[in-house]
């Protein structure tokens, strides 16, 4: 990974990419993420070869959150098979560096980590913070019919706060 460089990259592009290499949720439509109040894409290239994408926006259920306004999700983590090992952990440090940068309001970051197929090394190694697990829930209701979900497995939320909120 030391020989990437990061590079914010359009929704559109993050999203093909993502449906390419993303081991358990390949779709998520790009417009599912520019219309949010902040969102970033990032890409891990070296020359113009794309190994890996982060997809950012603020939380989908970010009104379930008092300082959900203040939050960035990591809605997607995708790396290339031909990635180096450490990638993720690569990828995680360098865009929360990008987003204090780009977003100086954000204060809290979040994932969600699918149970049945991953672990949470990689935030681990990040020092991020397991706060939550919850059962995997269908979106659709009796008023709102949603799309078939891509995992109903339990999630673990990861946190990792930026910077201290002013009082």
Known sequence: PKDFNLY??????ACEYNYQWHSRLPKIHWSNVVRNTHYVCYGAFIGIECYAVGIWSSPVAQNRFKDGKKMLELRRLAICEKSPKYTATWMLAKMEKAIKKKFPEIIRLISYQDTEVHSGIIYKAG???AE????GISW???KRKRNKEQSMANKIRWERIITKPLR
């Open 132 to 135: 939550n697990e919850t059962k």
């Open 140 to 142: 659709t209701t009796d």
């Open 8 to 13: 914010e990259i359009p929704a559109k592009l």
């Open 127 to 129: 020092n991020w913070k």
